[in-house]
T-cell receptor, first 114, second 111 residues
Framework: DAEITQSPRHKITETGRQVTLACHQT?????MFWYRQDLGHGLRLIHY???????NKGEVSDGYSVSRSNTEDLPLTLESAASSQTSVYFC?????????????FGPGTRLTVT | GQQVMQIPQYQHVQEGEDFTTYCNSS?????IQWYKQRPGGHPVFLIQ?????EVKKQKRLTFQFGEAKKNSSLHITATQTTDVGTYFC???????????FGAGTQVVVTP
């Protein structure tokens, strides 16, 4: 069955370190998204991609970067981790722009920056 | 930019009671979606509404899209403990699939 996976599921890192969170989907979806979830803020979009070599900034992109070299993967990199980036991170994917637009979410990565 | 707001933020419900959660957008939406996230889990798609005034039902859940396509509601009848979780609405912000999520309504059910 098609799925979307994230790794690691839990990560503790120190302030200033570079961290990369992996997202891999086997749905063959063109669209991929990264969100962070914090209490009281719901899901906030960090970066998104509508296809290979396409990347776009979301509403909270500062301090994060992504690259899309193939359809299946959209890794999220924290260039220099900060305590404010302690959060739960979700990756999601959806089909082509013709729709439907429902997003399939991965299980999430809980990141703690100490 | 587009803002999507949900009320209430928290909802405590006695098992068997009904409740409604509301979603309001600052702009007209072409499409609104609802997701449910169980405690410790990830958001799962429930339904998508596209037409003005559209009403869809899933068992005890009734979803409605406002006539002006700027608001939506989720009504749950005879709440059960399986309804526990956070319900998010999300509005489509472009024609490619980008969503703006509301902050969610966290539902707690008391047996």
């Amino acid at each position: 069955d098609a799925e979307i996976t994230q790794s690691p599921r839990h990560k503790i890192t120190e302030t200033g370190r570079q961290v990369t969170l992996a997202c891999h989907q086997t749905w063959n979806h063109n669209n991929m998204f990264w969100y962070r979830q914090d209490l009281g803020h719901g899901l906030r979009l960090i970066h998104y991609s509508y296809g290979v070599h396409d990347t776009n900034k979301g509403e909270v992109s500062d301090g994060y970067s992504v690259s899309r070299s193939n359809t299946e993967d959209l890794p999220l990199t924290l260039e220099s981790a900060a305590s404010s980036q302690t959060s739960v991170y979700f990756c999601a994917s959806s089909e082509n722009p013709q729709g439907p637009y429902e997003q399939y979410f991965g299980p999430g990565t809980r990141l703690t920056v100490t | 930019g587009q803002q999507v707001m949900q009320i209430p933020q928290y909802q405590h419900v006695q098992e068997g009671e009904d409740f409604t959660t509301y979603c309001n957008s600052s702009t007209t939406l072409s499409n609104i979606q609802w997701y449910k996230q169980r405690p410790g889990g990830h958001p799962v798609f429930l339904i998508q509404l596209v037409k003005s005034g559209e009403v869809k039902k899933q068992k005890r859940l009734t979803f409605q899209f406002g006539e002006a396509k700027k608001n939506s509601s989720l009504h749950i009848t005879a709440t059960q403990t399986t309804d526990v979780g956070t319900y998010f609405c999300a509005g489509l912000t472009d024609s490619w699939g980008k969503l703006q999520f509301g902050a969610g309504t966290q539902v707690v059910v008391t047996p």
